[in-house]
Nanobody, 123 residues
Framework: QVQLVESGGGLVQPGGSLRLPCVAP????????MGWYRQAQGSQRELVAP???????NYVDFVKGRFTISRDNDKNTVYLQMNALNPEEKADYYC?????????????????WGSGTPVTISS
């Protein structure tokens, strides 16, 4: 099974930046839509930004102009560049992907999640 792997989280000061990569390892045939989500403690997981296989992006209002999602299809990797972070954005950030892979000799298309990477914004 595919287990997406996020990294790049950590502690940053208010107004600072972080870049989160997410890699899809394994026998990947194709990756369709991917997206970044976040979940603050005590809150539901929310969409931050999706990106299609062709690179079409969209952003929720609260990150427009500050966050950028991109992908490198050759590396099976999606990135989230986050600028001007504020303390209210402290959360675990998760990567999601609609992926066609080979598992037990069969082609399998399904949604996959990573285990998240924590982001803390504090002075």
């Amino acid at each position: 099974q595919v287990q997406l792997v996020e990294s790049g989280g950590g502690l940053v000061q208010p107004g600072g930046s972080l870049r989160l990569p997410c890699v899809a390892p394994g026998r990947i045939l194709s990756i369709y839509r991917m997206g970044w989500y976040r979940q603050a403690q005590g809150s539901q997981r929310e969409l931050v930004a999706p990106i299609t296989s062709g690179g079409y992006t969209n952003y929720v209002d609260f990150v427009k102009g500050r966050f950028t999602i991109s992908r490198d299809n050759d590396k099976n990797t999606v990135y989230l560049q986050m600028n001007a972070l504020n303390p209210e954005e402290k959360a675990d950030y998760y990567c999601n992907g609609d992926i066609l892979s080979v598992y037990s000799g069969l082609h399998n298309r399904m949604q996959h999640w990573g285990s998240g990477t924590p982001v803390t914004i504090s002075s």
